[in-house]
C-alpha cells in the first residue's frame, strides 16, 4: 500500500515567516509534486519534480520554493508567508513507466497565514 | 495553455438518481485522463483513461474517453448519500524529453447526494 505522508496537517503561521511543508513517500517513487487546492480554483501545480535533484515549475510557482535532496521527501518552501498563500497543500508521488499514471495523494496541511 | 474544465460545478440530487459528469481537455501531448473522488481530505484515484470509446467501470461509477472531441465523462448510477463528494477530473501531458507527465486539474465537480 502505498503511502504518503505530510509533516502536519494544520499549520498557522505569520505573514514573513518561512515556512516548510515535508512530504514522504515509501513507494520509491521518481516523480513528486506540489499542488495547493483552493475553493473554485480546484488543484493547481506549484512545482513537481521528477528525479533526484531536479525540479520544474508548474503553474503557480511564485513565492515558493522546493527541495529533493532524497528520492522519497519532497519538501515546499515558503520563504516569505503571505497571507494570500493560506490554502490547503497536497502532495503527491507517482512512479515512471507503469500502466497505472495514477498520483498517490497525502492527507493534506491547511496552512493558515495571519 | 494547457486546460481543463468540468461542468457543473456544482450538482444536488436526491438518492437513486443518475448523474453524468463532464470532463473537457484541451492539452499539448495528451497521455492520460484521471478521475479521483475527494472527500474531506486528499483525493482518491477512481479511473483511468487513455483509450476513447473504451468503458472502464467500477460498480455504480463507469466512464469513457472521447479523444476527437476531447471530453470525458463520468457516471454514477443509483446514486447513495455516500457518494457525495467533489469529482475531480486530471489530464496528463507529456513533459519534455519524454520524462514522464504532467497533470493538469480541473476545478472539480461538487455533487451533493440527498437522502
Known amino acids: 500500500d502505498v503511502k504518503v505522508t505530510q509533516s502536519s496537517r494544520y499549520l498557522v503561521k505569520r505573514t514573513g515567516e518561512k515556512v516548510f511543508l515535508e512530504c514522504v513517500q515509501d513507494?520509491?517513487?521518481?516523480?513528486m509534486f506540489w499542488y495547493r487546492q483552493d475553493p473554485g480554483l480546484g488543484l493547481r501545480l506549484i512545482y513537481f519534480s521528477y528525479d533526484v535533484k531536479m525540479k520544474e515549475k508548474g503553474d503557480i510557482p511564485e513565492g515558493y520554493s522546493v527541495s529533493r535532496e532524497k528520492k522519497e521527501r519532497f519538501s515546499l518552501i515558503l520563504e516569505s508567508a503571505s497571507t494570500n498563500q493560506t490554502s490547503m497543500y497536497l502532495c503527491?508521488?507517482?512512479?515512471?513507466?507503469?500502466?497505472?499514471?495514477?498520483?498517490?495523494f497525502g492527507p493534506g496541511t491547511r496552512l493558515t497565514v495571519l | 495553455e494547457d486546460k481543463v474544465v468540468q461542468s457543473p460545478l456544482s450538482l444536488v440530487v436526491h438518492e437513486g438518481d443518475t448523474v453524468t459528469l463532464n470532463c473537457s481537455y484541451e492539452?499539448?501531448?495528451?497521455?492520460?485522463l484521471l478521475w479521483y473522488k475527494q472527500e474531506k481530505k486528499a483525493p482518491t484515484f477512481l479511473f483511468m483513461l487513455?483509450?476513447?470509446?473504451i468503458e472502464k467501470k467500477s460498480g455504480r461509477l463507469s466512464s469513457i474517453l472521447d479523444k476527437k472531441e476531447l471530453f470525458s465523462i463520468l457516471n454514477i448510477t443509483a446514486t447513495q448519500t455516500g457518494d457525495s463528494a467533489v469529482y475531480l477530473c486530471?489530464?496528463?501531458?507529456?513533459?519534455?524529453?519524454?520524462?514522464?507527465?504532467?497533470?493538469?486539474f480541473g476545478p472539480g465537480t461538487r455533487l451533493s447526494v440527498l437522502p
Open positions: 486530471a489530464v496528463g501531458g507529456l513533459l519534455p524529453d519524454n520524462y514522464g507527465q504532467n497533470f493538469v
Open positions: 513507494m520509491d517513487h521518481e516523480n
Open positions: 487513455t483509450s476513447s470509446g
Open positions: 492539452v499539448t501531448n495528451f497521455r492520460s
Open positions: 503527491a508521488s507517482r512512479t515512471l513507466g507503469t500502466s497505472g499514471n495514477e498520483q498517490f
